[in-house]
């Protein structure tokens, strides 16, 4: 570990980084990028790395862990053993174990899970690099995961923290700042400026701590703003391969029945469930690992064919997220919850 800097702010106002006091650090993301998740999400920020992956909504096993009127969100925040520069031990700490609990009360709020009783929904989280901002940039990750795999939501949850270093505030710390600083404040907030997280190391005055928060709402405003664009990008995508270049009207009805309909092959196909049968076996082993605060530790799924009958817990597809990029604006504002649960409801009778 590098020795305490003798200053941590210039005479110039500026950060050991370069940064000014209330700037973040550079961040991109991108979505989509796990095949076998139903959702996932690679985000940078500054010299942070961060892998989030959702699966489900599918049906929860063992059965008794199953909420009759919601569903279950498990998030594992992990991180690697190669990504700092000690090695970090393997497997679940104090830490990890509280950041991750944290963690998934940040966003399950605006998780619409009433939507999915008898669900789970498996979030995870592996820094991949860190320096410092790890839980504030896995619950930005893990949340456009979530949208990713298309998950109803109210809207974004966006995370970052404040800091105190030579006396004044500074948004979203560095590695030395986190280490050698007077005070370390992540938050996490949702569009409108709900707190969903916020935590504190330190000692700051009543008066810097409402400060605090003012920064931290402009921090978690900028990324959001990112968020949103990285989504709509996605979407606009997808929204492109319905059109096509030819100028031929596409029938889009057909579009999604293929979408949606599985093949004969898929269904019946002797390979095809081999192969089935391997991933889910690989999955139950990654559910295995997850959500060390999770109740008990799921069990195998079900087996029965009856148990299958998951239509309203299934993921959900491309085309759904395409239907979704309609409604896009509108899903990041005020969305009336309400509204939501019947057309769900609708959806589901049809
Ligand atoms: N860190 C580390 N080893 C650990 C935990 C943390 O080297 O076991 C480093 C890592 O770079 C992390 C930083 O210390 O980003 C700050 O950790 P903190 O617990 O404040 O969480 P974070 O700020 O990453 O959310």
Redesign the pocket.
């Known amino acids: 570990m590098s020795d305490k800097p003798e200053k941590f702010i210039d005479e110039n106002g500026l950060r050991l980084d370069g940064r000014r006091v209330d700037e973040i650090r550079p961040m991109k993301m991108e979505i989509g990028v796990l095949s076998r998740a139903d959702g996932s999400c690679y985000l940078e920020w500054g010299k942070n790395k961060v892998l989030a992956a959702v699966y489900g909504p599918r049906e929860l096993h063992p059965r008794r862990l199953q909420k009759a009127d919601s569903a279950l969100i498990r998030y594992r925040y992990n ?1 690697a053993a190669f990504s ?3 090695r ?1 031990r393997p497997g679940p700490s104090r ?1 990890s174990i509280e ?1 991750s609990k944290v963690s998934r009360e940040a966003f399950e709020p605006v998780v619409l899970t009433h939507l999915y009783p008898g669900a789970v929904i498996d979030v995870f989280a592996e820094v991949l690099q ?7 940039a896995a619950i930005n990750a893990a949340c456009m995961a979530l949208a990713d795999a298309g998950i109803p939501m109210k809207g974004l949850v966006s995370a970052c ?1 404040v800091g105190k270093v030579d006396g004044q505030l500074v948004l979203d ?1 560095n ?1 030395p700042e ?2 050698y600083g007077d005070a ?1 404040i ?1 938050m996490a907030m949702t569009s409108d400026g709900e707190i969903t997280l916020v935590q504190m ?1 330190g000692d700051v005055t009543p008066e810097e701590f409402k400060q605090a928060i003012e920064m931290c709402k402009e921090g978690c405003r900028q990324i959001m703003e990112l968020q949103k664009e990285t989504l709509k990008n996605k979407f606009t995508k997808l929204e492109d391969v319905e059109i096509s270049d030819d100028e031929e009207e596409v029938d889009v009805s057909a579009l999604v029945e293929s979408t949606l309909e599985p093949s004969g092959d898929d269904v019946e196909g002797e390979e095809e469930s081999e192969d089935k049968s391997d991933d889910d076996a690989d999955q139950e082993e990654e559910v295995e690992d997850a959500g060390e605060d999770s109740v008990d530790e799921p069990g195998p799924e079900s087996e029965d064919d009856e148990d299958e009958d998951l239509d309203s817990v299934e993921s959900h597809s491309d085309f759904e997220a395409v239907e979704m990029v309609e409604d896009f604006e509108e899903s990041f504002t005020d969305v009336d919850e309400e509204d939501a649960t019947e057309d769900e409801d609708d959806e589901e009778k049809a």
């Open positions: 991180m700092v520069e000690d970090i830490r950041i860190a320096d410092a901002g790890t839980r504030t923290a710390l590695k986190d280490n370390d992540p190391d």
